[in-house]
T-cell receptor
Framework: AQKITQTQPGMFVQEKEAVTLDCTYD???????LFWYKQPSSGEMIFLIY??????QNATEGRYSLNFQKARKSANLVISASQLGDSAMYFC??????????????FGKGTLLTVNP | DTEVTQTPKHLVMGMTNKKSLKCEQH?????MYWYKQKAKKPPELMFV???????INESVPSRFSPECPNSSLLNLHLHALQPEDSALYLC??????????????FGSGTRLTVV
């Protein structure tokens, strides 16, 4: 079973509008972290935002916010006021467990976002 | 300094060549990683080093040989690769601390083409 599911292979949004990218996850751990990365065509993976499983408030970083619904196991990324430079692949990822033994970051399949002028 | 630097950015090699990819970070991170990414796919974990020791090998073929000479450097030695090994190779690093979960800082990758 997939641990991270991104159901939107591609999304389109008009410049200056908001867009939500979906992510659901599957884990039996109580402690885990959820991440969103942006990957432009250049290839670099750019960290956007992080949500810990014990965090009570939704994470925000500038125009990025994470809509964390723990009971539904969803961690959707909201980008407000889209810009042309936001066009990229977006990956949701999860890291499970506390301590030094689990280093794996598990990625979803990604959503390709295109911002139209 | 919050960068992970990978060299070279592009590499074309023949199937009989030997080449190396290099990754360097100066953030004091004690975990370093190699990922392989095919076009339009998510990154796939290859190797993990923690405290300069290999801790995870995701059943990677022996034609890929990782090396961690010190806490700042990570190399990936390539020998007798196949055309299907052509991909973007990403290096990443992260902190290690009990009780916390940290994300990775990625480099910009090496685009490898095997001919």
């Amino acid at each position: 079973a997939q641990k991270i599911t991104q159901t939107q292979p591609g999304m389109f949004v008009q410049e200056k509008e908001a867009v939500t990218l979906d992510c659901t996850y599957d884990t039996s751990d109580q402690s885990y972290g959820l991440f969103w990365y942006k990957q432009p065509s250049s290839g670099e993976m750019i960290f956007l935002i992080y949500q810990g499983s014990y965090d009570e408030q939704n994470a925000t970083e500038g125009r990025y916010s994470l809509n964390f619904q723990k009971a539904r196991k969803s961690a959707n990324l909201v980008i407000s006021a889209s810009q042309l430079g936001d066009s990229a692949m977006y990956f949701c990822a999860m890291r499970e467990g506390i301590g030094g033994s689990n280093y794996k970051l598990t990625f979803g399949k990604g959503t390709l976002l295109t911002v139209n002028p | 300094d919050t960068e992970v630097t990978q060299t070279p950015k592009h590499l074309v090699m023949g199937m009989t060549n030997k080449k190396s990819l290099k990754c360097e970070q100066h953030m004091g991170h004690r975990a370093m990683y190699w990922y392989k990414q095919k076009a339009k796919k998510p990154p796939e974990l290859m190797f993990v080093y923690s405290y300069e020791k290999l801790s995870i090998n995701e059943s990677v073929p022996s034609r890929f040989s990782p090396e961690c000479p010190n806490s700042s450097l990570l190399n990936l030695h390539l020998h007798a690769l196949q055309p299907e090994d052509s991909a973007l190779y990403l290096c990443a690093s992260s902190r290690l601390a009990a009780g916390t979960l940290y994300g990775y800082t990625f480099g910009s990758g090496t685009r490898l083409t095997v001919v």
